[in-house]
């Protein structure tokens, strides 16, 4: 019993959000802003994540296991503690400070990239070392460049670095912390968000006691990340 009121309760709020038309001009522009500053942040991620994962996978050079381990270690960074680094950098006294980049959507996506990228280039790295040495000598006894060589390893470990984009995906349009603090979780006095996503919008809305505009939009948030992994497995094949 007590499910099916919750059912109708979450039924009954998306209701509400369909009818009055300041809700869903709020509902809808912050998910263009949690998906622009998320997708973008994950795509410049994994340009610069592949290469680094193809270079330290296949190059042997002395401090080989410390650059391993940083990249490692950066899985695992604190996002306030990365907020407060973009924060410095952008702001007035730091090195981008002439950019005017504080508290706007693209600060975020620095900050979603710093965490993203170190979770795709370490599971793609794992992916890359783990295609067999057999497969790339034959790309090159049939005459294969580097480039060559690079691609055949990417194709076969192309399910494990779709799974590392999906990982960086979810760290990065799961955020709270680093895009709250260099965002500023900004709205325009009509509803429509300028640096405000999903995730800082459902921290802001349950701080006010507004549950079902947050329970809506931790729904939406599900979806789209059901959405996204769906699409990105059926790209990848169906497998990770």
Request: glycine share 14%; hydrophobic share 55%.
């Given at each position: 019993m007590a499910l099916f009121e919750g059912v109708a309760h979450l039924l009954d709020t998306t209701r509400l959000l369909v009818t009055f038309p300041f809700e869903r001009t709020y509902v809808q522009s912050i998910i263009v802003v949690s998906l622009y500053v998320s997708l973008t942040a994950v795509l410049l991620s994994t340009l610069v994540s592949l290469p680094i994962a193809m270079l330290?996978?296949?190059?042997?050079?002395?401090?080989?296991?410390?650059?391993?381990?940083?990249?490692n270690t950066g899985m695992g960074f604190p996002s306030v503690v990365v907020g407060l680094v973009v924060l410095f950098?952008?702001?007035?006294?730091?090195?981008?400070?002439?950019?005017?980049?504080?508290?706007?959507?693209?600060?975020?996506?620095?900050?979603?990239?710093?965490?993203?990228?170190?979770?795709?280039?370490?599971?793609?790295?794992?992916?890359?070392?783990?295609?067999?040495?057999?497969?790339?000598?034959?790309?090159?006894?049939?005459?294969?460049?580097?480039?060559?060589?690079?691609?055949?390893?990417?194709?076969?470990?192309?399910?494990?670095?779709?799974?590392?984009?999906?990982?960086?995906?979810?760290?990065?349009?799961?955020?709270?912390?680093s895009v709250l603090i260099v965002g500023g979780n900004i709205a325009r006095a009509d509803g429509t968000s300028v640096t405000r996503t999903l995730t800082t919008a459902i921290q802001l809305e349950a701080r006010?006691?507004?549950?079902?505009?947050?329970?809506?939009?931790?729904?939406?948030?599900?979806?789209?990340?059901?959405?996204?992994?769906?699409?990105?497995?059926?790209?990848?094949?169906?497998?990770?």
């Open positions: 330290v996978g296949f190059a042997d050079f002395p401090g080989k296991g410390v650059v391993v381990a940083i990249i950098a952008v702001s007035n006294q730091g090195p981008l400070g002439a950019l005017d980049l504080i508290f706007t959507t693209e600060a975020m996506i620095l900050s979603q990239f710093v965490l993203a990228t170190p979770v795709i280039t370490g599971v793609s790295l794992a992916a890359v070392t783990s295609v067999e040495q057999g497969v790339r000598d034959a790309a090159y006894a049939t005459g294969g460049t580097r480039i060559d060589v690079a691609l055949v390893t990417i194709k076969e470990a192309r399910y494990g670095i779709v799974t590392g984009v999906l990982a960086g995906l979810g760290r990065a349009i799961s955020e709270v912390g006010q006691g507004q549950f079902d505009t947050a329970l809506v939009l931790g729904a939406i948030l599900l979806v789209l990340v059901l959405l996204v992994n769906g699409l990105v497995l059926r790209l990848g094949g169906g497998r990770t």
